[in-house]
């Protein structure tokens, strides 16, 4: 017996064809999205942080290690290049404060691009100025440069670190949360790597210019991070979601994920509540009402840690040398 089968279509509708109806399959067997909450509920539900979206957590990890790497690396080498450069205690404090007060200014700008441009821009691009600022400090003739040098490294530190913990948030599930704190391990582990490299371009017969090897590292650790994140990285979908980028959201969690992901029709989104829309000048909602002192409290403890680590931290090489005698070596390996 002989069976016709024509497309069925309801008067003042397009038939379904061959084509159509694959793409109706291929819609029922991916995962639809219809919100930023589709998008978090996916990643708590992971059993773990791995594959790619494990690459992409270490690689914001990493960014990490650079700010600490490219912050410490005049520490080792700070008395060397006060004799190198003959710098008075003045520049001695500029120089090693500059760092801290153009990370200040541009921790905001940092967050201002992330919320405009996505985390994934302004990430590589803070692996561009620590590069730049590595370059200006090792190859610097006099006191200016080593200053631009810091400035950059400032700025570097400033837009990575606030964009680095947003990302690593995003990207880790709600019951490994406390992975997050894994940056402190980072930052001393970068400090530490930092003045074992120092004893080794000592034994290297470096002398005085022994600083100058110091940042140049940080700039060749700037630029592997800079290209591994330039390949690898991919856009956080939690952001896309929030910015209404649906689509933009779903081919980042199939990337990431390994998943068919596809947005929800226009009609059946869950809609985007309470989206900042003022742009840069959201800035200064930390400064009113419930955030206000939440901001003085925050401040207030950052201020008064960072006072204690970089009064001792900067100059541990040169409080060792007077604990541990003048041998280079030894004053290096006690911090």
């Known amino acids: ?8 279509f309801v008067p003042g509708t397009r038939p379904l064809t061959a084509k159509s109806l694959d793409r109706e399959v291929e819609k029922l067997s991916s995962l639809v999205l ?3 909450h589709d998008v978090v509920s996916y990643i708590d539900a992971r059993p773990r942080i791995a594959g790619r979206a ?40 500029l120089l090693t404060s500059l760092a801290s007060w153009v990370a200040i200014v541009f921790n905001p700008i940092g967050g201002w691009m992330a919320d405009k441009w996505g985390r994934v821009p302004p990430l590589v691009f803070a692996k561009f100025l620590a590069l730049i600022g590595a370059a200006l400090a090792a190859f610097a003739p006099g006191f200016e440069f080593v200053l631009a040098g810091r400035f950059f490294v400032g700025a570097a530190y400033g837009i990575d670190f606030a964009i680095a913990m947003a990302l690593l948030a995003e990207f880790t599930p709600a019951r490994f949360k406390s992975r997050i704190n894994r940056w402190q391990g980072i930052w001393y582990t970068a400090v530490s790597a ?19 090897y110091a940042v140049g590292s940080a700039g060749i650790v700037a630029m592997a991070l800079f290209l591994a994140q330039l390949l690898f990285m991919v856009e956080s979908p939690t952001w896309a979601a929030r910015k209404g980028l649906l689509e933009r959201a779903a081919v980042s969690m199939s990337k990431i994920y390994g998943e068919k992901f596809t947005a929800a029709a226009p009609g059946d989104r ?24 939440r901001t003085i409290l925050a401040g207030t403890v950052q201020m008064a840690q960072s006072i204690q680590y970089f009064a001792v931290g ?9 604990l541990f005698g003048q041998d280079f070596v030894v004053a290096t390996l006690g911090p």
């Open 34 to 36: 219809r919100g930023v």
């Open 270 to 293: 869950t809609p985007i509540l309470n989206q900042a829309t003022r742009g840069f000048a959201n800035i200064a909602l930390i400064f009113r009402g419930t955030y206000l002192p």
């Open 1 to 8: 017996m002989e069976v016709s089968i024509r497309p069925f």
């Open 314 to 322: 900067w100059y541990l090489p040169i409080i060792s040398l007077t």
């Open 54 to 93: 494990g690459v992409i957590w270490w690689l914001a990890l990493s960014g990490l290690f650079l700010d600490a790497f490219s912050n410490s690396a005049l520490s080792a080498g700070l008395g060397p290049m006060t004799k190198d450069l003959q710098l008075s205690a003045m520049q001695v404090a």
């Open 194 to 212: 930092n003045l074992l490299l120092a004893v080794m371009f000592y034994n290297m017969g470096t002398g005085a210019s022994i600083w100058r």
